[in-house]
């Protein structure tokens, strides 16, 4: 077995009259993913990682420190993406969730509109590359959290996420050049999926169904 490029779960050009170009979908998954994909399965044999979920291969990682780091770059890479294509959708975003998800972002995060600035701020402040997320964390409560690099909260022991944006410049800069603030605000106002984001809520977070 070997990790594969999943499709989007759209065309390249569903996004594009919700600031994301055909562009760059067709570079971020097409050549970015893609290629983490290609330097994961580089990395099966020498590393071990044979038979291992993509899900367990990040923690592993992650929990190895230094030494985890060149596996933890390209699995919890090729994760990160295969969540982030799943959470967005042509026409996405707004206020309008799911009644369980709302229910649980007003108990555990103050309400919708002090959730969304949390996750803004957590992907602004994210200096350099990395992702912003809405997890479900330890004790079961929603948090917003952020990662560098290829981390993601499974590595970091933090929870299981159900929203990811990603923040490197790669997936902005053709559309919002160096606005990165901006970029954060049409995801969460025109992009993200809120169906699915509840759903993953309701199973514990995404299962990829990938392994070694
Ligand atoms: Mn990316």
């Known amino acids: 077995m070997a990790f594969s490029l999943p499709a989007l779960p759209y065309s390249t050009n569903a996004l594009a009259a919700n600031g994301m170009c055909q562009e760059t979908l067709e570079l971020h998954h097409g050549k970015h993913h ?9 990395l099966i044999e020498a590393k071990g990682l044979a038979g291992k979920s993509l899900e367990a291969i990040c923690a592993e990682a992650g929990k190895a420190g230094a030494d985890g780091l060149p596996v ?3 699995a919890g890479q090729h994760y990160n993406h295969i969540l982030f294509w799943h959470v967005m959708q042509p026409g996405g975003g707004g206020d309008v969730l799911p009644g369980a998800l709302a229910a649980k ?12 600035e949390a996750f803004k701020q957590a992907g602004v402040t994210q200096f350099g ?10 004790d079961g409560k929603l948090k917003v959290t952020k990662t560098p690099n290829g981390a993601n909260p499974i590595s970091t022991g933090e929870g299981k996420p159900i929203l990811g944006v990603d923040v490197w410049e790669h997936a902005y800069y ?8 901006n970029y954060l605000d049409n995801f969460l106002n025109k992009l993200v999926n809120w169906e699915v984001v509840a759903d993953l809520m309701g ?8 392994s070694a």
């Open 34 to 42: 893609n290629a983490y994909v290609t330097a994961l399965n580089g």
């Open 72 to 74: 933890l770059n390209q």
């Open 105 to 116: 972002i007003d108990s555990d995060l103050g309400g919708l509109a002090a959730f969304k």
């Open 129 to 138: 590359s990395g992702w912003a997320w809405l997890i479900i964390g330890a």
């Open 174 to 181: 053709l559309d919002f050049r160096n606005v990165r603030p």
């Open 203 to 210: 199973k514990g977070g995404l299962a990829s169904g990938q």
